[in-house]
C-alpha cells in the first residue's frame, strides 16, 4: 500500500542510549516532517526536509538530529535519549502542490525512555 | 506561545446529533486550515481543509466554517455516527511555509 511507513512501532530505551527512527514515502513527495505527541500538547514539529538535500528546525528541534537520506526516506535520531523524549513520534509527506492537501502521515513509533 | 488552540479537550454528542468542534488561531498570516481525525495507535488522517478565501467547506457529513475576523474555525458532523468517535486536530499554515501548526486536539466521543 502507498503511504508512510515508520520503524518501529515501538521501543523501550535506557537514558542516554541512542537510537535512529526510520520513515519512508512512496508518494514521490518532495517535503517530510518529524512531529512528536504527547498529551495535552498535541503535534508539535521537530524537523521537517522541505526537499531533498534540505533540512530545518521546528518547534522542539533539541535533542534530535535527522538525515534526509534520498527523497523517499528521512530519518529521525536521538543521541542520549531522555526521559522527557518519551512520545509517539509521527512521519509526515507532502507534494509541494496545494496546501489544501496536507500531510500523509505515517502510523508512528512509540518510545519509552526510562 | 500557542498560535493554535482548541479549548474543549472533550465532546460527548448523542448519535444523530450535530458536533462541533472548535478552533482558534493568533497568527493572522495563516491561510491554509486543516482538518486531521485520529484514532489510537494510528497516524492522524486527513479529514477536510479550508483556504482563507472562502468562508465555508463541506464535504458529506463535513462541514468547516472560516471566520477570519474572529480567528476562528470550526468543524460540523452532521449527523454524527459512533464510528465518528476519535481525537480531531486542527492545523493551519500560512502561504508557502507547507509547516502546519497543529492545536491540542478534541476527543469527540458519539454515544449510540
Known amino acids: 500500500n502507498a503511504g508512510v511507513t515508520q520503524t518501529p512501532k515501538f521501543q523501550v530505551l535506557k537514558t542516554g542510549q541512542s537510537m535512529t527512527l526510520q520513515c519512508a514515502q512512496d508518494?514521490?513527495?518532495?517535503?517530510m516532517y518529524w512531529y512528536r505527541q504527547d498529551p495535552g500538547m498535541g503535534l508539535r514539529l521537530i524537523y521537517y526536509?522541505?526537499?531533498?538535500?534540505?533540512?530545518d528546525k521546528g518547534e522542539v528541534p533539541n535533542g534530535y538530529n535527522v538525515s534526509r537520506l534520498n527523497k523517499r526516506e528521512f530519518s529521525l535520531r536521538l543521541e542520549s535519549a531522555a526521559p522527557s523524549q518519551t512520545s509517539v513520534y509521527f512521519c509526515?509527506?507532502?507534494?509541494?502542490?496545494?496546501?489544501?492537501?496536507?500531510?500523509?502521515f505515517g502510523s508512528g513509533t512509540r518510545l519509552t525512555v526510562v | 506561545d500557542q498560535q493554535v488552540k482548541q479549548n474543549s479537550p472533550s465532546l460527548s454528542v448523542q448519535e444523530g446529533r450535530i458536533s462541533i468542534l472548535n478552533c482558534d488561531y493568533t497568527?493572522?498570516?495563516?491561510?491554509?486550515f486543516l482538518w486531521y481525525k485520529k484514532y489510537p495507535a494510528e497516524g492522524p488522517t486527513f479529514l477536510i481543509s479550508?483556504?482563507?478565501?472562502?468562508d465555508k467547506n463541506e464535504d458529506g457529513r463535513f462541514t468547516v466554517f472560516l471566520n477570519k475576523s474572529a480567528k476562528h474555525l470550526s468543524l460540523h458532523i452532521v449527523p454524527s455516527q459512533p464510528g465518528d468517535s476519535a481525537v480531531y486536530f486542527c492545523?493551519?499554515?500560512?502561504?508557502?511555509?507547507?509547516?502546519?501548526?497543529f492545536g491540542t486536539g478534541t476527543r469527540l466521543k458519539v454515544l449510540a
Open positions: 497568527n493572522s498570516m495563516f491561510d491554509y
Open positions: 509526515a509527506s507532502t507534494d509541494l502542490g496545494s496546501q489544501l492537501y496536507g500531510y500523509t
Open positions: 479550508i483556504s482563507s478565501i472562502k
Open positions: 526536509s522541505a526537499s531533498e538535500g534540505t533540512t
Open positions: 492545523a493551519a499554515s500560512d502561504t508557502g511555509t507547507y509547516k502546519y501548526i
Open positions: 508518494m514521490n513527495h518532495n517535503s
